[in-house]
């Protein structure tokens, strides 16, 4: 780093997306402190965890996981703002890259064939500029060495927010919005589909259907965050 970053840092300090604390000159998004009190769910070493349960009797699926503990105001919500609404990708693929850490430690990294996200709207899309799981996707592909396929599933209906109907209304504003559009990253393989935080599962239980519609050979679920 050169004498002029020096100064800029300095002069224009880059704080922690999670609690908003300087960051010091070798940490990038996240401080160390709250790199090491992640609150993890380490879902990913109970093939009971209660995201699986969450989705028992709705859909067929081999895994369900999720990364991080989700609570309203806290460091989880900070950060999945800032990747959603600020423009901080850096930080979904560093948080994927860390996932892909822990999931390649148990050797799923030979389970997939296949990483797909949920899609955004062509319309939300555009107003936004990126869709916030690609980075989380291309996270998990660096540390898994297994393929990403951005635009394997397509977003037909743009829907409202879900953020104050019921599970029964959440699944009827999702059911069928979802279709593939690329069969080849589909048919036959083994497919973990990717969001950055799951509340009722709704969202995810239309993916899966579609991918299941498209002959794909298996689905597992990985999210970033998981709302408590």
Known sequence: MSLF???????????????????????????????YHLPVTNYHNDPNNALMQRFAGKVNIKYAWAFLKFTKGGKVQNVLH?????????????????????????????????????????????????NQCDPIVAGLSLQLGVAAYPIALKRNIHNPSQTRLSRME????????????????????????????????????????ALQKAKCKEVSIACLASAQ
Not at 9 to 23: A, D, H
Not at 92 to 100: A, F, N, R, T
Not at 172 to 187: G, H, L, M, P, Q
Not at 188 to 202: P, Y
Request: neutral net charge; proline residues 2%; hydrophobic residues 30%.
């Open 170 to 209: 959440r699944y009827d504003n999702t059911k069928d919005i979802f279709e593939v559009a690329d069969y080849e990253s589909v048919r036959d393989k083994r497919i973990l589909l990717v969001d950055d935080i799951v509340t009722t599962g709704s969202t995810l239980e239309s993916c899966i259907m």
């Open 5 to 35: 970053d020096d100064f800029l840092e300095l002069i224009f300090p880059e704080y922690c997306l999670m609690c908003n604390g300087s960051l010091l000159k070798n940490e990038k998004q996240i401080c160390l402190y709250c790199r």
């Open 82 to 130: 800032h990747l959603k609404y600020n423009g901080k990708k850096d930080a979904g693929i560093l948080l994927g890259k860390w996932y892909g850490s822990e999931l390649r430690k148990r050797e799923y990294h030979t389970e997939f064939d296949s990483i797909i996200p949920v899609p955004l709207h062509a319309s939300k899309l555009k107003k936004r500029g990126y």
